[in-house]
């Protein structure tokens, strides 16, 4: 029985990770429908952990479960994208503001290596890439200022993140080159400790990119409505 167990477990973690991760990074769409027969398929992997892995990802807000009908895919409303902006901005420019200036100008060297990286990643078409870039380059100002508590927050933070870039689609991609250059301007003002320019281009920066997520949240309605008026 224990080892039953034991299996179980991990199957419902596997098909936790793999849906979830599929939800972040755009896989399944919001005002997707989910159905667990399909799941389990694809996952290689009984009903039962795809229940289990369901129930833990409605609990976290990433999908609404309709019994007997299967799970619709959220998005992100405006004012989780507005909220998500504030705390970042006050997390990482704060930090910024608080680092001594040999951390400060160790991070820039690195992030100069990332904004790199990025150029490459945009050039060679990688969007997964760099997603994951952007992801770390912003969690490096927070590091800076080599506060725990700060980094957890952040840290708790990075799948509505994710989720928010990936969501942006062909608009992630069209903004690129300014997404790159705003990056630049982030380093020029973490080097020189210039704390009130850094916080005036993260600020624009933050806020030219948060995705049309009203449409999002529109089709997921528009999905909900169907399946009632079925039920």
């Known amino acids: 029985m224990a080892t039953s167990s034991s299996g179980s477990t991990s199957a419902a973690e596997r098909a936790y990770q793999l849906i979830r991760t599929q939800i972040l990074n755009g896989t399944h769409q919001p005002g997707t429908m989910l159905g667990e027969t399909g799941l389990a398929a ?12 369901l129930a833990r990802l409605q609990d976290e807000g990433w999908i609404l479960i309709y019994p007997k009908r299967g799970a619709i895919v959220q998005g992100v409303d405006v004012r989780t994208v507005a909220e998500l902006a504030d705390a970042r ?41 760099f997603i994951d870039l952007t992801l ?4 490096g100002f927070v590091e800076a200022g080599d506060n725990q ?18 969501a942006s689609g062909e608009r992630l991609l069209d903004r690129c080159e300014e997404i790159i250059a705003e ?3 982030l380093v020029k ?20 990119n948060a995705p049309p997520t009203a449409t999002s949240a529109r089709a997921s309605a528009a999905f909900e409505s169907t399946l009632l008026r079925r039920g």
Request: glycine share 6%; aromatic share 8%; charged share 30%.
């Open 42 to 53: 694809d996952l290689a992997v009984s009903r039962t952990p795809v229940r289990v892995a």
């Open 189 to 208: 003002h973490l080097r020189t400790g210039d704390s009130a320019g850094f916080a005036d281009i993260l600020r624009g920066h933050l806020a030219e």
């Open 149 to 166: 508590v700060m980094l957890e927050l952040y840290s708790q933070l990075s799948d509505r993140h994710r989720f928010i870039l990936f």
């Open 89 to 129: 901005f006050v997390l990482e420019t704060t930090a910024v503001d608080r680092a001594p200036d040999a951390p400060r100008q160790k991070l820039a060297d690195a992030l100069e290596r990332s904004i790199a990286a990025q150029r490459e990643a945009f050039d060679s078409g990688d969007v997964a890439g």
């Open 136 to 139: 770390e380059f912003h969690r």
């Open 183 to 185: 990056h630049a301007l």
